[in-house]
């Protein structure tokens, strides 16, 4: 049997998702679905999709936020790639004040791939919202350890350089995204109150101190 083109798949999702998000909370797993799904075909239609849903969240993001963010997050990297969903972010500032602002589960993985895209200022930003948040299940100390052992574990490599394999050019372009990373990333360490995390913090991001 041939499957149907693009096209058609879009109308039946966009059909489905019309009559789903009557009841956001009941059909939340399979409207996330849809948008991932739709992100694939049409992304800007999906981030409008995405946005109904957070518009009309509210409540149910401050107990249950993963489901809404960081899952359609998920998603649309899936489909399209790192690159796009960290864009959407940076267009978006509407989606990002829900997702790390409202969410009680923020998707903190996100903010490493900014950095690494060179997206400081919309890293900066999410951790501040992160820090504000008066919903998330998990302190901010907790968020920032996890986003800086990922920055340690994405820009390792710097470290070392080899003439006779790698790109001199690369590898400069690559330290200096990692420089002002860490710059940003260590501002925040600064907010820390709790000796002990701070302490944990600073051993993580010690080669970069």
């Given at each position: 049997m041939a499957r149907k083109s693009n096209t058609e798949r879009e109308a039946i999702l966009v059909e489905s998702f019309d009559i789903l998000?009557?009841?956001?909370?009941?059909h939340a797993n399979k409207l996330t679905e849809i948008i991932g799904k739709i992100s694939?075909?049409?992304?800007?239609?999906?981030v409008e999709m995405w946005k109904?849903?957070?518009?009309?969240?509210?409540?149910?993001?401050?107990e249950d936020g993963y489901r809404y963010t960081g899952s359609v997050i998920y998603n649309i990297e899936q489909k399209q790639g790192y690159e796009k969903i960290v864009n959407i972010l940076k267009e978006n500032d509407d989606i990002v004040d829900i997702c790390f602002g409202l969410s009680n589960d923020v998707y903190h993985y996100i903010i490493s791939e900014a950095i690494k895209f060179g997206e400081f200022e919309l890293a900066d930003r999410m951790l501040e919202l992160i820090k504000t948040n008066k919903y998330k299940d998990n302190s901010f100390a907790d968020n920032l350890e996890e986003v800086?052992?990922?920055?340690?574990?994405?820009?390792?490599?710097?470290?070392?350089?080899?003439?006779?394999?790698d790109d001199r050019d690369e590898h400069d372009k690559?330290?200096?995204?990692?420089?002002?990373?860490?710059?940003?990333?260590?501002?925040?360490?600064?907010?820390?109150?709790?000796?002990e995390q701070k302490a944990r913090l600073n051993v993580t991001l010690i080669d970069y101190v």
């Open positions: 998000k009557d009841n956001i909370e009941e694939a075909i049409n992304l800007d239609l999906a109904y849903i957070l518009r009309n969240s509210h409540s149910l993001i401050k800086c052992e990922s920055f340690v574990s994405d820009f390792e490599d710097i470290h070392s350089f080899d003439e006779d394999w690559k330290v200096e995204i990692a420089s002002n990373g860490s710059a940003m990333l260590l501002k925040w360490v600064k907010t820390i109150k709790d000796k």
